[in-house]
């Protein structure tokens, strides 16, 4: 069956368009990978939806030929260090990551020159060169349980998101830890004035907040202060919240991350009600993924990802080390 060309508007999408997407999905053996952050329509129909650390783990053990990583360009690089064989897709090449953009192999091979035996633990938001310099990755669901794994006496090097790095410092009360400046655009945006605002309105409401938040800091702070009820502030990674959001009891949850988030969440929960801390915080490289081009990616099996093949075995050491620690224990409190 032929989608209309309407499929390649910004109209939603239809049963034609998701009938031809999964019969394209079988005929080319392909398994489609959404991220938690993606368009509610892509989320709908791909075959799994989840964070970057769960997705990484499917990409690791897909037994399909094809990977249609519908999320940002380093998560699908991630599939493609791991499943190298494999054609690994994304249905648009230009989807990028702010974060990721913040630190190049060479800016972390000079930071490395200056800590001489420091351990490198790089979150997954990073280009495949910088995961070829790294020696263990992590993401926002298991860096806590990486930097715990290194001996206490080593130095360890945290990029390249700060508000992260600050996070894990303080659970594993590390000294030894040097954190690069970098932050993601969209998850800096949602401020500490800002959610103060949004808790005071609401006294009732429990907050889920990524550790990526530039509020992630002061929410705690704010939690010690006694503003917000320590109990009902949770940080978690994405895959944390949809977990979190089956199990809460609290009629009312302010999000703190990329507003994508609310879909899974209402999936989740649909007794709770799910609102974003700030609605316009919107990752514009997640939303370049969009039904029509999930459609084009599996007609035209573009747009290939590809990682040159040593960078891809020196990356995929770090990859494995951190997918062998397990599933994380947690990731806030
Ligand atoms: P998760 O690892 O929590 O899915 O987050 C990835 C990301 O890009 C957050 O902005
Ligand atoms: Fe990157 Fe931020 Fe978008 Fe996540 S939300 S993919 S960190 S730009």
């Known amino acids: 069956m032929n989608a209309t060309d309407s499929t390649f508007s910004a109209a939603a999408p239809d049963a034609a368009w998701r009938d031809e997407v999964r019969e394209l999905a079988r005929q080319r053996d392909a398994v489609i990978l ?44 991630t599939a493609k260090i791991l499943s190298y064989d494999k054609t690994v897709l994304i249905p648009d090449e230009r989807a990028g990551c702010s974060l990721a953009e913040t630190i190049t192999a060479d800016q972390l091979r000079a930071w490395k020159a200056e800590h001489p ?37 080593r130095e360890v090097l945290f990029c390249p998101d700060q508000f992260l790095g600050a996070h894990v410092q303080r659970l ?22 800002e959610l103060r605002e949004r808790v005071l309105a609401e006294p009732e409401a429990e907050l889920f907040i990524h550790p990526e938040c530039g509020c992630a800091t002061s929410a705690l702070y704010l939690a010690g202060m006694g503003v917000v009820p320590a109990e009902r502030t949770k940080i978690l990674s994405t895959g944390g919240m949809v977990t979190a959001a089956a199990q809460t009891t609290a009629k009312k949850v302010l999000v703190a991350t990329e507003t994508g988030m609310i879909h899974q ?25 969009t039904p029509a081009k999930l459609l084009r990616a599996l ?30 224990s947690r990731t806030g409190e």
């Open 34 to 77: 959404a991220h938690n952050y993606q368009l509610p329509e892509v989320q709908d129909i791909a075959d799994h939806v989840g964070d970057s650390l769960a997705l990484s783990r499917i990409a690791a053990t897909a037994d399909a030929s094809v990977i249609v990583f519908c999320g940002v360009h380093f998560m699908a690089e």
């Open 117 to 153: 035996g420091a351990v490198v633990v790089s979150y997954d938001n990073t280009t495949a060169a910088v995961k070829a310099a790294t020696d263990i990755c992590c993401t926002s669901s298991n860096a806590v349980d990486v930097v715990n794994s290194i001996p206490a006496d």
């Open 172 to 193: 594993t009360g590390r000294e030894n830890m040097h954190i690069w400046l970098g932050e993601c655009h969209v998850h800096a945006g949602i401020n500490g004035a």
């Open 265 to 289: 969440l209402n999936k989740a929960n649909p007794l709770v009600i799910f609102e974003p801390v700030n609605s316009a915080a919107v990752c514009k490289y997640m939303k370049m993924i």
């Open 299 to 328: 007609r035209e099996m573009r747009d290939e990802v590809d990682v040159p093949r040593d960078i891809a075995d020196r990356a995929r050491l770090s990859v494995e080390r951190m997918i062998a620690l397990g599933a994380p």
